[in-house]
């Protein structure tokens, strides 16, 4: 390869390449007790991909992960980016649509993959293009050499990449290109308790102080309806409070509250505003 290609490959290494939070670990991933059995077959088989293709067969490396919006597909996506030490490429299917050059940044993004290898190919929101192809509209022909695309790539990939994709509407994804994975995952909201989700989030370097009353944990609890991304992002906000404050402890009230505020739930406190304790509540 001369100098100009392998420049021209350095740059679009750039463009496509997704920098992944090192904070953002395998075992801060909230996940249902199916998808921990799964993740833990992946991994053994990755672990284990040369003893299977010597007898000709293939690990699992094609993941589809879908369902609700904010519940971790990504943060899933990243943390095993993490845990495997492998770059993660990924293509902005929004913005590539808009210029027109979605099939290009596919093939480019296979074609680093398939030469660095040990890589996480990423698309999300594979439902834009990778639809059912029944379906007809103005940008059919671009829709279709995407997908085409993505067939053809993912029938050469090289086999110590990992391909995973997302949807938030797994009935609109094309027959063909579903039956292309050989693990599906789905992710529901969070059905866990609420302090157990934001112990999940909390970097290692800071304290839970859990000063929330019962009567608030209750409220919340039972009224929140918000995703894992809208919590993380909370209690994000709740660790640099806690850091401008000069401070390591993060205190759950506080993250309770804040919750309530986001969820326009109405919660009258005693006139001490020191005091957590719930007189009354309820939804505007």
Same mark, same amino acid.
């Given at each position: 390869? *001369?100098?100009? +290609? ?25 996940? =249902?007790?199916?998808?921990?059995? %799964?993740?833990? /077959?992946?991994? &053994? ?16 490396? %094609?993941?589809?992960?879908?369902? +609700? =919006? ?6 899933? @996506? ?8 492998? $770059? ?5 299917? @929004? ?7 979605? +099939? ?35 940008? =059919?022909?671009?829709?279709? &050499?995407?997908?085409? =695309?993505?067939?053809? /790539? ?8 990992? #391909?995973?994709? @997302? ?12 039956? $292309? ?5 789905? #992710?529901? &909201? ?34 929140? $309806? ?11 906000? @709740? ?6 404050? *000069? ?12 919750? +309530?505020?986001? /969820? &326009?739930?109405?919660? $009258? ?16």
């Amino acid at each position: 390869m *001369d100098g100009e +290609a392998m420049n021209i490959n350095e740059n679009r290494l750039k463009e496509l390449l997704m920098t992944v939070d090192t904070n953002i670990r395998l075992e801060s991933v909230i996940l =249902s007790d199916e998808n921990k059995e %799964k993740v833990k /077959q992946f991994l &053994r088989e990755n672990e284990n991909r040369y003893k299977l293709l010597r007898y000709g067969l293939e690990p699992v490396n %094609k993941l589809l992960f879908y369902g +609700a =919006s904010g519940c971790g597909k990504t943060y899933l @996506a990243k943390a095993l980016s993490n845990h495997l030490k492998f $770059r993660m490429l990924y293509v902005d299917i @929004a913005k590539s649509l808009s210029e027109g050059n979605v +099939a290009k940044n596919i093939s480019d993004i296979f074609e680093i993959g398939n030469e660095l290898g040990n890589c996480l190919i990423f698309l999300d929101e594979c439902d834009s293009i990778a639809w059912n192809r029944d379906s007809v509209g103005t940008d =059919s022909g671009v829709i279709r &050499r995407a997908t085409n =695309s993505i067939f053809q /790539q993912l029938d050469q990939m090289n086999k110590t990449n990992v #391909f995973i994709s @997302a949807t938030n509407m797994l009935h609109r994804l094309d027959p063909a290109f579903e039956r $292309r994975f050989n693990m599906k995952l789905e #992710f529901r &909201r969070p059905e866990m308790e609420l302090i157990e989700v934001i112990k999940k989030f909390l970097y290692k370097d800071f304290v839970l102080v859990d000063d929330a009353t019962n009567e608030l944990k209750h409220i919340i609890q039972r009224n929140s $309806r918000l995703s894992f991304y809208e919590i993380e992002d909370i209690v994000k906000r @709740a660790m640099k409070e806690a850091i401008l404050n *000069d401070t390591l402890e993060v205190k759950t009230s506080n993250i309770f509250k804040e919750i +309530a505020v986001s /969820q &326009r739930l109405k919660i $009258r406190f005693k006139t001490d505003k020191d005091d957590p304790e719930i007189f009354e509540s309820s939804i505007k």
